[in-house]
């Protein structure tokens, strides 16, 4: 391991970790760019990617850009807290991933305080506007004309502005925080790789604003290239705007009136009212989901997400296991095997089951019970696919004798899927933790910019189910579920890691397998996460099935044969020994040395800190 240990050997004692309050910290020293600690290899250019992580002592960001790490970096150093520096990042991430996340989106949030041993959930997901269409037809073809059917009411000013304002430590002001993301969006960053290939895979999404828009992401013929300079004009003025006015103005205002309009006029329902019942309601705040897997204490989302739901049952299996699951070897036939099988057990479990539990009844504590947990097990077998095709079988349990007798059924159903979304984690001087995912759905969203403000509107209603009567189907004001999950994990009561993914329906894979390259192998954060990743999605109940899909990354190809003789139908997903379909997971462990931020290079990721 890299790094000076004498501070932080002290800091690992619990009357330094109890020392103050939230956001208590006084970061001194560095110039955050990497070139105060040399031994961690890093230059003192922060946008160098050729080194991903990072060791300190007294703080570390971790982004999947550079430039929003930067961002939540020099909020830490100027003497903001974890949230400062999370609200920080969030608003910049928004500049350099515009595809991916920003105004017109939302997101989850979860703290850890260090002081007080308490969690805290902000749950500031879109909802469906009150005149959302039930007519489940209207969402099969979409065009310019009718893209924002599938744009729920954006949340994301609501949910950061109220963090800042209640989690905040109040030494920075809301303009100095924003204003990384300001100049970022108003003198240019340089195009990446990834976000060079979205824009031309998007050409026609992005389109549908006419010229005004295309002309930002392109030189007015073709997209943006790597190296060129993304300048956001629009999405400046509309930062200073969020700057300089309350979250109430935002969602009351000349913004808001704009959001309206556009939702209107290509097929929303979006209101005014719609955006007021936002700034009243949102964020939603709770405790963490908590779980726990052989000593370590899990911190997850609730609804509407379900990916912490998924990610406890997954671990309760796993318990389950009869031998060392350290003893198969890392990725490993057998291994794999394993985790496949509870992946796909708990993926059934979740479109049957799991939805925004405000809304309608989710049976999270049959689904989290460590007796549920063992009979779902049962289902795995050693040498063998789960195929769930035999007679009778279900791809989902019944969680009922473990959720007080009671469970609502509902109608069988599937959600929609997408690869976008970002996610980002801080730790402060004092040791508290705050982790984000957010996003607009599918990269560009729905591809509809409000005039004149320079964010994409999301197409979040695509994460309902468009089944009748299923758990997540649409309902007014009703929140989509999300695999979204970012988590912390505790050891001994202590800040052991936090990570978070994007990907979709992959998040909950790509989560398990870094928590167990940690947990179970000792990988520290870089190397959990760039280990080669599988992803195995839920049974099927059509009894012609015969082998069970799972895709593997490239690097684990020469698994193929062995998976296919235990019954699996496998498939590399591409020619990428590491492909962002798997995930972009931004994380952070504890260790001896210091914070060690580690970043994914399927995506843009970045570790920065001091």
Request: hydrophobic share 35%; aromatic share 10%; charged share 20%.
């Amino acid at each position: 391991m890299r790094g000076r240990t004498s501070k932080f050997a002290a800091l690992l004692l619990s009357a330094a970790l109890a020392a103050g309050a939230l956001g208590a910290c006084a970061p001194q020293g560095g110039d955050g760019s990497g070139g105060d600690l040399p031994d961690t290899g890093q230059s003192g250019d922060f946008t160098d990617l050729s080194v991903r992580d990072y060791i300190g002592e007294n703080g570390i960001v971790t982004a999947a850009s550079p430039y929003a790490a930067k961002a939540g970096l020099d909020v830490l150093k100027d003497g903001g807290n974890a949230f400062d520096a999370a609200v920080a990042i969030s608003f910049a991430i928004g500049v350099a991933e515009a595809d991916a996340c920003g105004l017109g989106g939302g997101g989850l949030m979860i703290a850890y305080n260090v002081n007080s041993g308490q969690s805290l959930y902000y749950n500031f997901r879109e909802f469906a506007p009150a005149g959302a269409s039930t007519d489940y037809s209207e969402y099969e073809k979409i065009t310019a004309d009718n893209a924002c059917i599938e744009t729920a009411v954006p949340t994301q000013v609501a949910g950061l502005l109220t963090i800042l304002e209640e989690q905040g430590s109040g030494r920075l002001t809301k303009q100095r925080i924003m204003q990384p993301a300001i100049d970022m969006a108003r003198d240019g960053i340089e195009v990446t790789p990834e976000l060079s290939q979205n824009i031309k895979d998007s050409v026609a999404k992005i389109l549908y604003n006419g010229d005004d828009v295309w002309n930002v992401f392109s030189d007015g013929i073709e997209g943006l290239y790597e190296g060129d300079i993304l300048v956001q004009s629009d999405l400046a003025d509309t930062l200073e705007y969020v700057a300089t006015h309350t979250k109430e103005e935002f969602y009351t205002g000349e913004i808001a009136q704009k959001i309206v309009a556009a939702s209107q006029a290509h097929g929303g329902s979006i209101t005014m009212d719609d955006m007021r019942y936002a700034a009243e309601n949102y964020p939603k705040k709770s405790q963490a989901l908590t779980g726990t897997y052989k000593g370590y204490e899990i911190l997850t989302c609730a609804g509407p997400s379900t990916g912490g739901t998924m990610l406890i049952e997954m671990l309760n299996m796993l318990e389950c296991y009869d031998g060392s699951v350290a003893a198969l070897g890392h990725n490993s036939e057998e291994y794999v095997n394993l985790i496949a099988t509870v992946m796909q057990l708990a993926y059934g479990d979740k479109e049957k089951y799991m939805a925004d539990s405000s809304a309608v009844q989710v049976p999270v504590e049959g689904l989290t019970s460590k007796q549920y947990a063992a009979e779902r097990f049962e289902n795995y077998r050693a040498g063998h696919a789960y195929l769930g095709t035999g007679q009778g079988d279900l791809p989902y349990g019944d969680p009922s004798p473990y959720n007080g007798g009671q469970v609502q059924t509902y109608a069988d159903g599937t959600s929609g899927d997408h690869q976008s979304t970002t996610t980002f984690s801080v730790i402060d001087e004092a040791g508290n933790i705050v982790t984000f995912t957010q996003t607009i759905n599918n990269f560009f969203g729905c591809g509809i910019v409000p005039e004149g403000c320079g964010f994409f509107l999301n197409n979040e209603m695509r994460d309902f189910s468009y089944e009748q009567g299923s758990i997540n189907e649409v309902a007014p004001y009703k929140q989509p579920a999300s695999y979204m999950m970012p988590t912390v994990i505790l050891k001994d009561g202590r800040p052991y890691a936090t990570l978070g993914s994007p990907g979709g329906s992959r998040i909950p894979a790509a989560v398990l397998q870094v928590t167990l390259n940690m947990t179970e192998f000792g990988m520290d954060m870089q190397e959990a996460i760039e280990a080669p990743r599988v992803y195995c999605f839920t049974t099927s109940d059509e009894p012609e099935g015969t082998a069970k899909t799972i895709e593997v990354e490239a690097a684990l190809k020469n698994l193929l044969p062995g998976l296919a003789a235990m019954g699996y139908d496998a498939a590399v997903y591409s020619d990428r020994q590491l492909d962002p379909y798997f995930g972009g997971v931004q994380g952070i462990k504890v260790e001896e040395e210091g914070y060690h931020g580690g970043a994914d290079p399927r995506r843009d990721g970045k570790a920065l800190g001091y």
